[in-house]
T-cell receptor, first 114, second 110 residues
Framework: DAMVIQNPRYQVTQFGKPVTLSCSQTLNHNVMYWYQQKSSQAPKLLFHYYDKDFNNEADTPDNFQSRRPNTSFCFLDIRSPGLGDAAMYLC?????????????FGPGTRLTVL | QKEVEQNSGPLSVPEGAIASLNCTYSDRGSQSFFWYRQYSGKSPELIMSIYSNGDKEDGRFTAQLNKASQYVSLLIRDSQPSDSATYLCAIGGGADGLTFGKGTHLIIQP
């Protein structure tokens, strides 16, 4: 089945220790997104790739970086996690045309910062 | 700055009744509208998309859009306990990503 996969599902890191979250998709979608969702809050867009074009939201902290080495994979790097970065990180994808903003989410990675 | 407003709830509905969820948005130029269902600790799941004024039905779900009033709603008929979840309203921005509301927590009482 075509899907969006995120690894790991749960990640525990120490304050300041870099962490990388991964996302892969078999939908062959052009666009990949990373959202941050804290408890009882709306998902917040961090950045997205339209093919290889990277688009950073204005208020995304510099501590967050992303890489998309090919169509199928996208990575979220948190260079120095703080306690406030503990959240669910959601990867989503969308195709082209009229449905370009119909997004499909992976299962998420729950990040805990100790 | 696009804004999406939802009543956070909880909205409690008896099993078998109709659940009505509402959403308003600020950007009059918005063209695409979505409802996602999110169970606790899980990721959002797309359940309805709507692009034109009027109603769109899919099984027990009906999405309603009124662009003049900047209002989107979701009706769930014959509500089941498994419908208990948070429902997120989202407004599309082309390939630039979605703007989400904070969601309405729906509880279906057996």
């Amino acid at each position: 089945d075509a899907m969006v996969i995120q690894n790991p599902r749960y990640q525990v890191t120490q304050f300041g220790k870099p962490v990388t979250l991964s996302c892969s998709q078999t939908l062959n979608h052009n666009v990949m997104y990373w959202y941050q969702q804290k408890s009882s809050q709306a998902p917040k867009l961090l950045f997205h790739y339209y093919d290889k074009d990277f688009n950073n939201e204005a208020d995304t902290p510099d501590n967050f970086q992303s890489r998309r080495p090919n169509t199928s994979f996208c990575f979220l790097d948190i260079r120095s996690p703080g306690l406030g970065d503990a959240a669910m990180y959601l990867c989503a994808t969308s195709g082209v045309g009229r449905r370009v903003d119909e997004q499909f989410f992976g299962p998420g990675t729950r990040l805990t910062v100790l | 700055q696009k804004e999406v407003e939802q009543n956070s709830g909880p909205l409690s509905v008896p099993e078998g009744a109709i659940a009505s969820l509402n959403c308003t948005y600020s950007d009059r130029g918005s063209q695409s509208f979505f409802w996602y269902r999110q169970y606790s600790g899980k990721s959002p799941e797309l359940i309805m998309s709507i692009y034109s004024n009027g109603d769109k039905e899919d099984g027990r779900f009906t999405a309603q859009l009124n662009k003049a009033s900047q209002y989107v709603s979701l009706l769930i008929r014959d509500s089941q306990p498994s419908d208990s979840a948070t429902y997120l309203c989202a407004i599309g921005g082309g390939a630039d990503g979605l703007t989400f509301g904070k969601g309405t927590h729906l509880i279906i009482q057996p």
